[in-house]
Nanobody
């Protein structure tokens, strides 16, 4: 069974940094894409960053240049390094992976970790 365990959220001041981790069980980020989404109160869940099995990355415009997604295949973990944090980055951050299983891809989600950016 696929399980995603997130960690690293917390309270940080504007301009600060946090690093989120997502450790997978039952799946491998070396063969499946990993990503981070976030959802602020009253807002729809939005894609933050994705890393493909090939190592290609993609970011939301709002976080480009500030956030970096990476993975450690040996630890089967995807990371999101968040720098220069802004109050508008405040949200629950969710780890995601999409795995093929006929007849479709299936999304798997972590439980979410709260990131609060406030002075």
């Amino acid at each position: 069974q696929v399980q995603l365990a997130e960690s690293g959220g917390g309270l940080v001041q504007p301009g600060g940094s946090l690093k989120l981790s997502c450790a997978a069980s039952g799946s491998s980020f070396s063969t499946n894409a990993g990503g981070w989404y976030r959802q602020a109160p009253g807002k729809q869940r939005e894609l933050v960053a994705v890393i493909s099995s090939a190592g290609n990355t993609n970011y939301a415009d709002s976080v480009k240049g500030r956030f970096t997604i990476s993975r450690d295949n040996a630890k089967n973990t995807v990371y999101l390094q968040m720098n220069s944090l802004k109050p508008e980055d405040t949200a629950v951050y969710y780890c995601n992976t999409k795995i093929w299983g006929w007849p479709a891809y299936y999304d798997y989600w972590g439980q979410g970790t709260q990131v609060t950016v406030s002075s």
